[in-house]
Structure formats: structure tokens, C-alpha cells
């Protein structure tokens, strides 16, 4: 990413602003407010599914759907703030490209974390259930773990080669992808951390049992981590060729 005068950096995911990012705590809190958003999202939209009905293809679909119009709306809105992470997995491979300090990524990271669960407990909130729940939903096994592997890797990737050729669609380019990784892997895409841990915390249509965390976790960020290294090859800038130094 452009750096602006000063050498101050830019936020990641925003290839956008012309301006110096806004502070650490304005971020973090754009960060929370965001994961808090799409969780309440994914959680509300599939309490309301399932109370509207018991056929489980609409259930998800009435599932997906706001999952990825809202996505849309919060990276647009957002992204000029915190660069719209929303997403452990990927202010980890932004931290590991050295496009966000250590010290920042990581308070991305507990704001996600916090912000998603408030998110679980302001849907719960809303549908006048438990606040406090745990969820019993087995979601394990090779076929998951590779799906959570998947989703994230495409996730990941779909964001850097939006960063690479088409900045301006993000936003549009992530709400279609997990619109479509909701059902073309066995896991329904969760590929986030954050969210994941957040889903833990609720015993409806779209949780997931704190103990299978650590298998989606672990293969959500396998996942982001080998879409950073082949999008760092197959992405980057050509080398100048000699004809091309010969025509400066």
C-alpha cells in the first residue's frame, strides 16, 4: 500500500483515501463495530430464518443473503476508517505483510474478537433469547476442517487481487464471494476467527460448539496464510524486461 507525507501508512484494504488514517482507537472501535455488525447479521438473520420457516435450503438462504449484502455495507462505510478487517485471519496476513504494525494488529484482533460477541449477544437481544448460550451445533471433521481451509484461502485471496487490480470493488467483491462460499463449502464459510468464536457463543441455526473451534480456527488461518504466499507470487508487479530498459 501508498504511504502519504509524513510516513504515515495508510490503513490496509484502502487503496481509497487520500488523507492520513485516523488514530488507533478511532480504527479499533470501526473494527468492533463492524464484526459486531456482520455477527449480529449472521446470527439474527438465522434465528429469523429458522422461525420462518423448517426447510433448511431457505433457512440458509435467507442466511446468505444479508451475510453478503452486509458485508458490502459495512466495508464501504468502514473501510476508510479501519480498512474493514473485521477478520483475525486477515489483519494477520496484513500484519505479516507489514501493512499494519504488531502493536495495531493485535489491537485489531481483541477488537474483532470483543466486537463479535457483543454482535452474538445484541441478536440474542433482539429475538428475546438467552443472552448467555453455548452453542451444540457439531461442525468437525477432515470435510470441515478443509472447507473452513477454502473459504479463508479464497477470502484472503479475493481481497489482495482486489487490492492489486480493483480497490474501488472491494467491498462488492467480498459480499458476492462469501455469498457464494455459504454454499459452495461444506462448512458454510466462516473463514473468520473472530466470528467463529462469536458463533460459539450462540445455540441457534448458525452456531458452532466451542470445542470444534480450535479445528475451524487452526484451518481458517492455514487457509489465509497460503492465499498471502501464492497471491505474493502470482500478483506481483512485473519485472522490467530489457527491451523495457532499453526503451527508457
Request: charged share 10%.
Amino acid at each position: 500500500m501508498s504511504e502519504v507525507a509524513g510516513r504515515d501508512r495508510l490503513h490496509p484494504a484502502d487503496g481509497l483515501l487520500n488523507a492520513v488514517a485516523p488514530d488507533l482507537t478511532r480504527r479499533c472501535v470501526a473494527e468492533a463495530l463492524g464484526t459486531g455488525l456482520l455477527v449480529a447479521t449472521v446470527v439474527g438473520s438465522g434465528i429469523m430464518a429458522s422461525r420462518l420457516t423448517h426447510d433448511v435450503a431457505i433457512s440458509l438462504l435467507g442466511n446468505t443473503l444479508p451475510t453478503g449484502a452486509i458485508l458490502v455495507v459495512l466495508i464501504t462505510i468502514l473501510g476508510p476508517v479501519s480498512g474493514a478487517h473485521f477478520n483475525p485471519a486477515v489483519t494477520l496476513v496484513f500484519a505479516l505483510r507489514r501493512e499494519i504494525e504488531a502493536r495495531a494488529a493485535l489491537a485489531y484482533v481483541v477488537a474483532q474478537i470483543v466486537g463479535g460477541i457483543v454482535g452474538t449477544f445484541l441478536a440474542h437481544a433482539m429475538f428475546e433469547l438467552p443472552i448467555l448460550q453455548a452453542s451444540v451445533t457439531v461442525r468437525t471433521g477432515a470435510g470441515q476442517w478443509l472447507a473452513e481451509a477454502v473459504a479463508a484461502f479464497g477470502l484472503v485471496f479475493t481481497i489482495l487481487a482486489g487490492l492489486r487490480f480493483r480497490s474501488v470493488a472491494i467491498p462488492w467483491l467480498v459480499g458476492l464471494y462469501i455469498t457464494a462460499a455459504y454454499w459452495f463449502t461444506a462448512s458454510t464459510s466462516f473463514a473468520n476467527p473472530a466470528v467463529a468464536i462469536a458463533r460459539a457463543l450462540s445455540d441457534t441455526f448458525s452456531g458452532i460448539r466451542p470445542v470444534d473451534l480450535p479445528g475451524f480456527i487452526s484451518a481458517e488461518l492455514l487457509g489465509a496464510l497460503l492465499a498471502m504466499a501464492l497471491a505474493g507470487w502470482l500478483l506481483a508487479e512485473p519485472k522490467p524486461t530489457r527491451q523495457m530498459q532499453a526503451a527508457k
